[in-house]
């Protein structure tokens, strides 16, 4: 794996991580949680490590993580491929995508707002679905439907798996962003009290969390723009060594 594969790898999971820690993904998960596995939030809050309901609610998480993670991986092999189709040069790609990147930052950080990226179809809370295939589908919905949260960010992915002219690597790149939002997603459906306490003291950072955001985007937007990928993956491997 190059340098520059690792240094894209990390971005894309850090965008999932954050992605996860958005002001209005974050509140919600309890809602995420009871939803998938038809389990009361009270129940779930008791999870013993040999009760029943920490495999039903790991299961259900899988199956919702799995959900997203297919729409986001198409979505991105999508990219690729009209990147490819088009036949636009690299080099223009990279800074016209750049560009779109930046924007796309500045719009999370709240500079200016991008009216279309507010559109939203959020996810039912009023019926459960049935079964693992229920939180299957309901993931796939998530990833659709959740637009100001996760559109930006995972537009910006999908724009750098556009610039990219290896098919696996973008793949790559939409599953380490999936991996990013999907591990924490994981770990706090297994671990909802603990959950729960550091969410209430994170509380009141949130409002950092678009800023943070946005600035990661137009710094990653920077770097496409400029072709500064690689010097950034050159002093990371000369830290390396």
């Not at 790609?93 to 959020?122: A, D, P, S, Y």
């Not at 996810?123 to 299957?136: D, Q």
């Not at 706090?188 to 950092?208: H, P, T």
Request: with cysteine; glycine share 10%; aromatic share 16%.
């Amino acid at each position: 794996m190059t340098n520059n594969s690792e240094v894209s790898i990390v971005i894309s999971f850090v965008a999932g991580v954050l992605t996860f820690l958005s002001p209005c993904i974050l509140p919600l998960f309890p809602s995420y949680i009871t939803y998938i596995t038809g389990k009361s939030f009270e129940d779930i809050k008791t999870l013993d490590p040999s009760s029943n309901i920490r495999k039903i609610t790991a299961l259900h998480s899988l199956f919702f993580i799995l959900g997203f993670s297919i729409v986001f991986i198409l979505l991105g092999v999508t990219f690729a491929y009209l990147g490819s189709f088009f036949g636009i040069r690299r080099t223009l790609l990279e800074k016209i995508g750049g560009l779109l990147i930046i924007f796309l930052g500045l719009h999370i950080t709240g500079v200016f707002n991008l009216r279309f990226l507010n559109f939203e179809k959020k996810i039912s809370f009023n019926r459960k679905k049935a079964g693992y295939l229920g939180s299957l589908l309901v993931g796939m919905a998530f990833a659709v439907g959740w637009t100001p949260c996760v559109g930006p960010i995972l537009s910006s992915i999908l724009i750098y798996a556009s610039t990219l002219e290896s098919l696996p690597r973008a793949i790559t790149l939409l599953c380490f962003y999936s991996v990013g939002l999907g591990v924490p997603f994981f770990v706090a459906s297994l671990m909802i009290n603990q959950f729960l306490f550091i969410f209430n003291r994170f509380k009141s950072f949130m409002k950092f969390v678009p800023i943070a955001t946005g600035v990661f985007l137009v710094i990653m937007g920077t770097l496409l723009f400029t072709g500064q990928f690689s010097r950034l993956s050159g002093i990371i491997a000369a830290y390396r060594g």
